[in-house]
């Protein structure tokens, strides 16, 4: 079967019960996808980094799409999370970097006053796959990927 686009557990996390992300409905754009993990988001301070919540996932695409991360549209008002970024855009090329094999992550901001425990398995935010157009005097570099979480940019 040819590969176009899909999930597999990322290296180290092969033991770990990872579960595949999955739509929940025959219309639903996303794929639901769970935490790998407990994670602890403390409460947003000025100045705090994101807490990454691990999926123990990487996707793979075709070279013309990419994938976004986005949050459950119950978050911000159940549980006062939100994604730190709006939405995750993944490239084609993270899959499989040298860093961390292409595991996604989610990055959220606590806008609560107390923890928010989020247990392995819990429905964290979805994935959804795009296509997208080169610009007519497209300026691509042609360089390659070399690392994994926020490695396109300075």
């Not at 899909?6 to 579960?19: C, L, R, S, Y």
């Not at 919540?53 to 459950?72: F, V």
């Not at 080169?134 to 300075?154: H, P, Q, V």
Request: proline share 4%; charged share 25%; hydrophobic share 35%.
């Amino acid at each position: 079967m040819e590969k176009n686009r899909g999930f597999e557990v990322a290296k180290g996390w092969e033991d770990k019960d990872i579960h595949m992300p999955v739509r929940k409905t025959a219309r639903s754009a996303g794929y639901d996808v769970e935490a790998a993990e407990d994670t602890v988001v403390p409460p947003f301070q000025s100045g705090c980094k994101p807490t990454l919540i691990h999926t123990g996932l990487k996707a793979y695409c075709m070279d013309d799409e990419w994938y976004m991360l986005a949050n459950r549209s119950s978050n911000p008002g159940k549980k006062h999370l939100v994604l730190a970024n709006g939405i995750g855009v993944i490239d084609a090329d993270y899959y499989g970097n040298p860093d961390n094999d292409g595991e996604f992550m989610f990055a959220f901001f606590n806008m609560s006053d107390e923890d928010v425990l989020i247990k392995k398995g819990d429905a964290i935010g979805q994935v959804v796959f795009q296509k997208f157009l080169y610009a007519d005097n497209d300026l691509t570099t042609g360089e390659i990927r070399k690392g994994g979480f926020g490695s396109t940019s300075a």
